[in-house]
């Protein structure tokens, strides 16, 4: 966070904006990043992957819910979707994690692309599983 003045005090600025409009007294500054002129590019990069990320998983858990919404309406039972269920919010929690973390992945890089992967493996488990269960659906029933 970069430094401002206050009333003759010098403090820490709390403005919740993107650090890449002050990336000089924010992140480049003596003892954080180095100032290496390639710093605000890295970190649109990661944030560029991750809204790309968050946009391919969101689809993915669009479909899963529709699975699971289409499998209820062919009458499986609540016990039938429960394991979906489970695999579909681990899916919605870590995709969740990633949207509200605030950095759009370029806090921990690592650990929103370890998510985004999550949400695909759960979110795909998920689909899975819907798509299987139920009974045929009779749109004359």
Not at 43 to 54: E, F, K, N, P, S
Not at 100 to 118: C, I, K
Not at 120 to 128: K, M, V
């Amino acid at each position: 966070m970069p430094k401002q003045e206050l009333d003759g005090k010098t403090i820490t600025s709390h403005a919740f904006r993107s650090p890449l409009e002050t990336v000089g007294s924010s992140c480049a500054r003596p003892g954080c990043h180095a100032a290496d002129g390639q710093l605000a590019g890295r970190v649109r990069a990661i944030q560029h992957m991750t809204r790309d990320g968050l946009k391919d998983t969101a689809k993915l858990l669009v479909d899963a819910a529709l699975a699971l919404d289409a499998a209820q309406r062919r009458g499986a039972t609540v016990e039938e979707l429960a394991q979906a269920r489970q695999f579909y919010a681990r899916a919605h929690i870590r995709w969740d994690w990633v949207q509200s973390e605030n950095g759009q992945g370029f806090h921990n890089p690592a650990a929103a692309r370890r998510m985004l992967d999550e949400v695909r493996q759960f979110a795909g488990e998920a689909l899975e599983l819907a798509r299987a269960i139920g009974r045929p659906w009779n749109p004359l029933a």
